[in-house]
């Protein structure tokens, strides 16, 4: 799936001011963060985290197609989102139970379409993996922890 920019805003969408851990602003996951106020403001100096976060809302395909309101994340429960220059997608649930629904099913058949990674963060603390057949669990841990290592 190539990522080209679509005209969807965020809007009224804060899920990953909210639930994204950002080290240099100390910013656990789960609390708001406090340079949010409708909007983010301190946009022009926001950390590199904030600036090169890859959320799927923001994307087309590349034939143009946007995605519709209901996949925001707000809406749909998930941030589906690709990591600043790594080879997988994460999906960070933010409602119980969203995952599993039709809609999160068609983000996930897309991103096997395009045959990547996905690790899932359940809102219950849960890891899960969706591999492409070709991957192993540990070939996929060895390229995480090559990207969390730097
Ligand atoms: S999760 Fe996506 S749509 Fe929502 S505020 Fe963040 S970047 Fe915008
Ligand atoms: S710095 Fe701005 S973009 Fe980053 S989490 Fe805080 S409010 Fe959101």
Redesign the pocket.
């Known amino acids: 799936m190539d990522l080209i920019a679509s005209d969807n805003a965020c809007g009224e969408c ?1 899920a ?3 639930f ?1 851990d ?1 080290d240099v ?1 100390d ?1 656990p996951s789960g609390t ?6 409708n ?5 022009e100096d ?2 590199l ?3 090169s ?1 890859q959320c799927m809302w923001h994307y087309q395909d590349s034939l143009g197609n946007r995605l519709p309101e209901k996949y925001r994340p707000d809406h749909l429960g998930v941030i589906f989102e690709k990591p600043y220059k790594a080879d997988f997608w994460v999906a960070v649930e933010i409602k119980a139970g969203s995952i599993d629904t039709q809609e999160c099913f068609s983000m996930i058949k897309a991103i096997e379409r395009e045959n990547s990674a996905l690790l899932i963060k359940r809102n219950n603390g849960m890891v899960q993996h969706h591999l492409p057949e070709t991957m192993t669990l540990e070939d996929f841990n060895i390229m995480y922890k090559k990207y969390i290592g730097g």
Do not use: M, T
């Open positions: 804060n990953c001011c909210e994204c950002i602003l910013k708001l963060c406090s340079h949010y106020d909007g983010c403001s301190i946009y926001r950390p985290a904030c600036s976060y």
